[in-house]
Nanobody, 123 residues
Framework: VQLQAFGGGLVQTGGYLRLSCAAS????????MGWFRQAPGKEREFVAF????????YYADSAKGRFTISRDNSKNTVALQMNSLEDGDTAAYYC?????????????????WGQGTQVTVSS
């Protein structure tokens, strides 16, 4: 199983980034996919989740209205479009997979985790 996140980088406050995560080694279309983030010295926190069929999406309050999660089951990829970035969005971002219902927040069990991609927002 492999989840490879990429697309992070340095961006100015108010800017945007698009993260992507490529999955392999499991039946991608059978898993809901989530994005989480962890800032230095802080706990890992939930950002967004998308159901297996992409019919349902869930967002942390901090992400609502600014971030959009999407997936392409034909390519085994999940993306996170992040707009209007703020200093508080600086963190390592991780994608993860779960096949036991939606993840609605921090602390839910995820079956697989990828390595993070760093997002740094600077004013």
């Amino acid at each position: 199983v492999q989840l490879q996140a990429f697309g992070g980088g340095l961006v100015q406050t108010g800017g945007y980034l698009r993260l992507s995560c490529a999955a392999s080694g499991f039946t991608f279309r059978a898993y809901g996919m989530g994005w989480f983030r962890q800032a230095p010295g802080k706990e890992r926190e939930f950002v967004a989740f998308i159901s297996e069929s992409a019919r349902r999406t869930y967002y942390a309050d901090s992400a609502k209205g600014r971030f959009t999660i999407s997936r392409d089951n034909s390519k085994n990829t999940v993306a996170l479009q992040m707009n209007s970035l703020e200093d508080g969005d600086t963190a390592a971002y991780y994608c993860a997979a779960r096949n036991s219902g939606p993840c609605l927040g921090t602390g839910c069990y995820m079956d697989y985790w990828g390595q993070g991609t760093q997002v740094t927002v600077s004013s």
